[in-house]
C-alpha cells in the first residue's frame, strides 16, 4: 500500500513539472498572472498547490491524503488526550438554544450527538533538534514533560483549518508548537469530527466540549483548569471560523441568561470569555458570494467556485463515495443550504450586535480568496465597539504564514500572532482603529480606518451572502426532488 501511495505521489510530482517551469518562466519574465508582486519561491509554491485542487479523486480520499500523520519529531512536545463526552445533554441543549436563537423559520440541520473529543497538547522542546525523536512515554509523561519547558500561563485553544472537510491536528503540529515557542505557552489543538460525514453543528459541538474541558478539566484529565482569561481561541482559515462562530456561541448564551452555567461532568460550569482570538485568513462566508473570491484568484491557490452564475447550482463534481453525495442530498459538505446565512455557520452574516462584548480579536489575511470576508467582519466588530488588530499582505494567498513559514514575511507573522496571545492574556491589547496593509515588498506600510474597510456597505454584504445562499437553495432543492423521485420509482 505504501508503495503504491509513493508511485502515485512520484507520478502527481512529475506531471507538474511542466506546470513548474511555465510558471518559473513567467515569473522571470514578469509575465505572470501576478504581475511580478510574488517571487519566484511563491507564485511556483501557489501554482503547485492549486493543480492539486480538482476534482480527480473522492472526497473520502482527499480527506484521508489531508491527514496523513508528517511523525512526531524535532522542537516539538506532543500528548494525546481524550475528553470525554459529558454524561448530562446540558451542552448540546445550550448549543441549539443558540442555534435556535438566530433561525428564521425554514432552516434544517442535523442534530449531532455529543461525543469524545480527541486532541493534541503541543508545546515547543527546549534543547531539541529537527530531527530529536519523541521519547517512548506514556501520554501523560509526555505531558508532564511539555510543561516543564512551558514558561507562560497562556493556553492557546487551537482548531486547525482545511475547509470543515480535511486535516488535523497532526498536521497543524508545525503551527501551534511555533505559536507555544514564541507565547512560552501550551497549544489544545482539537480534532473535530469533519463534513460530510459530520455536518454542522458537530464540529461546534466539539469545540464547546474542548472550550469547557480546559475551564473544568473532566476527571482523569492531565491538565488543571484553566481561567478563561488565561485562553486564547486561535484557528486557520475554517478553524478560524469555527472560532468565531464558538465566540458567538458564548456571547450568545451570555445574553439569553446572564450569569448561565452549564452542567458539564457533574458541575456547573461558568460561561466565560476567553482572554482574545487570533485568526489566520478566516473562512466567514460559506457562500463565497464576495468580490474578492474572483478578484484575488491570480494571486491565490484557492480556485473560485466553478459552478457558472445564472445556472442551476451543482455540487463539486468529485467521485463518489461512501461520504459524498449524502442522502437526502445537499449541495455542500458542510451543511444544508438554507443555513448558509446562519450567523454561526457565515460569521460575516451576522448582525454586527452579535459582536457586542467581543474580547479583542487578531487576524491576518493575505490578498487572496477570502479577503473580503474578513475586512468586513473585522469593520463589523470595530462598529459596535470591538478591538480588532488586523493585518493585511498584498499579493499573499491564503494562509501564506502556514505554507511558507520560513519566509521573512510568514517569521513577521507569527510573531505578530504570538504577540497578539500574549498581549491578550495580559489584557494590554489597544484598540487603536486602524488596519495594517503591508504592501508586497514589505517597504511600505499603509495604516487604514477600520471603519471605512471595503467597498460594499454592509448591506450590499448581506445582499450578496443572501443570493449566494438562494442560489444554492434552489440547486439543493433540485437534488433533493430528484431523489425523491428516484425513490419512488425505487418502490414500483
Request: aromatic residues 8%; proline residues 8%; hydrophobic residues 40%.
Amino acid at each position: 500500500m505504501e508503495r503504491n501511495i509513493s508511485f502515485a505521489l512520484v507520478r502527481q510530482l512529475v506531471e507538474r513539472v511542466p506546470l513548474v517551469l511555465k510558471t518559473a518562466a513567467l515569473n522571470i519574465l514578469r509575465l505572470s498572472p501576478a504581475g511580478g508582486k510574488q517571487d519566484l519561491r511563491l507564485e511556483v509554491t501557489v501554482g503547485f498547490i492549486r493543480s492539486f485542487l480538482n476534482f480527480r479523486s473522492s472526497a473520502l480520499q482527499v480527506q484521508k491524503r489531508s491527514m496523513r500523520d508528517p511523525g512526531k519529531k524535532g522542537y516539538m512536545w506532543t500528548s494525546a488526550v481524550t475528553m470525554p463526552k459529558p454524561p448530562e445533554d446540558n451542552v448540546r441543549q445550550s448549543l441549539l438554544e443558540a442555534i435556535e436563537h438566530y433561525l428564521e423559520g425554514s432552516e434544517t440541520y442535523d442534530v449531532p450527538a455529543v461525543c469524545n473529543v480527541e486532541a493534541e497538547w503541543n508545546g515547543y522542546r527546549k534543547g531539541a533538534h529537527a530531527k530529536t525523536p519523541l521519547p517512548d512515554l506514556s501520554e501523560a509523561a509526555k505531558y508532564e514533560r511539555l510543561m516543564e519547558d512551558v514558561d507562560e500561563d497562556l493556553t492557546i485553544l487551537y482548531f486547525h483549518g482545511g475547509a470543515y472537510h480535511m486535516m488535523d491536528p497532526c498536521t497543524h503540529r508545525g503551527v501551534t508548537t511555533k505559536l507555544a515557542k514564541l507565547t512560552g505557552g501550551r497549544c489544545f489543538s482539537v480534532r473535530y469530527r469533519l463534513a460530510p460525514q459530520n455536518p454542522f453543528p458537530a464540529a461546534l459541538l466539539d469545540a464547546l466540549i474542548a472550550y469547557l474541558s480546559l475551564l473544568s478539566p473532566p476527571e482523569g484529565a492531565l491538565h488543571d483548569p484553566v481561567p478563561a482569561h488565561k485562553i486564547v481561541i486561535a484557528g486557520d482559515s475554517a478553524g478560524a471560523g469555527l472560532s468565531l462562530a464558538l465566540i458567538q456561541t458564548l456571547l450568545t448564551l451570555r445574553r439569553l441568561h446572564p450569569q448561565h452555567t452549564i452542567r458539564f461532568h457533574g458541575k456547573d460550569v461558568l460561561i466565560e470569555l476567553p482572554a482574545g482570538l487570533a485568526l489566520s485568513s478566516p473562512y466567514c462566508d460559506i457562500t463565497r458570494s464576495l468580490p474578492s473570491t474572483f478578484r484575488n484568484a491570480k494571486y491565490d491557490y484557492i480556485i473560485p467556485p466553478p459552478q457558472t452564475p445564472g445556472s442551476l447550482y451543482t455540487p463539486y463534481p468529485f467521485p463518489a463515495d461512501a461520504t459524498w453525495p449524502v442522502t437526502p442530498p445537499r449541495v455542500e459538505f458542510y451543511a444544508n443550504a438554507n443555513m448558509f446565512t446562519h450567523p454561526l455557520i457565515s460569521p460575516v452574516a451576522a448582525p454586527k450586535d452579535i459582536w457586542k462584548d467581543m474580547p479583542p480579536i487578531y487576524m491576518h489575511m493575505g490578498e487572496e480568496s477570502l479577503e473580503d470576508e474578513g475586512l468586513y467582519l473585522a469593520r463589523n466588530i470595530h462598529r459596535v465597539g470591538g478591538t480588532v488588530v488586523l493585518e493585511r499582505f498584498e499579493a499573499k494567498p491564503h494562509c501564506f504564514a502556514l505554507i511558507m513559514p520560513t519566509t521573512k514575511v510568514a517569521k513577521m507573522c507569527f510573531r505578530t500572532w504570538a504577540q497578539f496571545c500574549t498581549n491578550a492574556v495580559k489584557g494590554e491589547v489597544q484598540r487603536t482603529g486602524k488596519a495594517t496593509f503591508f504592501d508586497h515588498t514589505m517597504q511600505h506600510v499603509e495604516k487604514r480606518d477600520l471603519d471605512t474597510l471595503g467597498d460594499l456597505s454592509e448591506e450590499e454584504v448581506q445582499k450578496r451572502i443572501l443570493e449566494g445562499k438562494n442560489w444554492r437553495m434552489e440547486g439543493e432543492a433540485a437534488l433533493v426532488r430528484e431523489w425523491k423521485e428516484c425513490q419512488e420509482k425505487a418502490k414500483l
